[in-house]
């Protein structure tokens, strides 16, 4: 995801990269897919030259952002997963903790979130986010099958919740707003499709 002209070698220049994807990501935010290069190496205090050392387009810009998202929101949830199954807390607790950081991933910028989920959906970027979908749904599968839930398949059903709650997280949620309560909206799909044992 994210296909910049040139690597970046030396700290100067990942740091002029940083520099720029940062600037990408608040203009984006603010402006939609109607953001220009030119406002973009504005915001970052570099010439579109210097951009355009970096990438081909706007489109090239808005994909790395959503490779560095995608690959922040991984780290950060590997994190959970790791500290999830060594713990092995009830499913509840589980669940409530990963939604709860799904949604501190998102709530800063929900219109830069929406965008991203839209283009990273594309056809070339698809091997990147299925890769990172499955593990999401491999940690779910594990923890409904470590607390008996999920009924007859859990992989599916860890399959079914991890597609309905990144639909509320990228389609729902950034129209309406990340209240407070997001985090219990999403517990709410999670009990739909593996509720609590009677």
Same mark, same amino acid.
């Given at each position: 995801?994210?296909?910049?002209?040139?690597?970046?070698?030396? =700290?100067?220049?990942?740091?002029?990269?940083?520099?720029?994807?940062?600037?990408?990501?608040?203009?984006?935010?603010?402006?939609?897919?109607?953001?220009?290069?030119?406002?973009? =190496?504005?915001?970052?205090?570099?010439?579109?030259?210097?951009?355009?050392?970096?990438?081909?387009?706007?489109?090239?810009?808005?994909?790395?952002?959503?490779?560095?998202?995608?690959?922040?929101?991984?780290?950060?949830?590997?994190?959970?997963?790791?500290?999830?199954?060594?713990?092995?807390?009830?499913?509840?607790?589980?669940?409530?903790?990963?939604?709860?950081?799904?949604?501190?991933?998102?709530?800063?910028?929900?219109?830069?979130?929406?965008?991203?989920?839209?283009?990273?959906?594309?056809?070339?970027?698809?091997?990147?986010?299925?890769?990172?979908?499955?593990?999401?749904?491999?940690?779910?599968?594990?923890?409904?099958?470590?607390?008996?839930?999920?009924?007859?398949?859990?992989?599916?059903? =860890?399959?079914?919740?991890?597609?309905?709650?990144?639909?509320?997280?990228?389609?729902?949620?950034?129209?309406?707003?990340?209240?407070?309560?997001?985090?219990?909206?999403?517990?709410?799909?999670?009990?739909?499709?593996?509720?609590?044992?009677?």
């Amino acid at each position: 995801m994210g296909t910049s002209r040139r690597k970046p070698r030396q =700290a100067r220049s990942r740091e002029t990269l940083d520099i720029l994807l940062e600037a990408a990501a608040q203009v984006f935010s603010r402006e939609g897919i109607s953001a220009t290069t030119n406002r973009i =190496a504005e915001r970052a205090g570099v010439s579109v030259g210097t951009l355009y050392q970096y990438f081909p387009d706007k489109h090239a810009m808005l994909r790395a952002v959503a490779g560095r998202h995608v690959r922040a929101a991984e780290d950060r949830l590997t994190e959970v997963f790791d500290r999830l199954r060594r713990d092995q807390p009830p499913f509840d607790d589980a669940m409530a903790e990963v939604l709860e950081l799904v949604v501190e991933l998102h709530r800063d910028r929900p219109r830069l979130h929406a965008l991203l989920h839209r283009v990273a959906t594309a056809a070339a970027d698809l091997a990147e986010l299925a890769a990172f979908e499955d593990r999401i749904v491999a940690e779910v599968a594990y923890h409904l099958k470590r607390c008996h839930r999920g009924g007859e398949d859990p992989e599916l059903t =860890a399959r079914t919740i991890v597609h309905a709650v990144d639909a509320q997280v990228h389609r729902v949620l950034p129209r309406h707003g990340y209240g407070p309560d997001a985090a219990a909206q999403l517990k709410l799909i999670v009990d739909r499709f593996a509720p609590p044992p009677p």
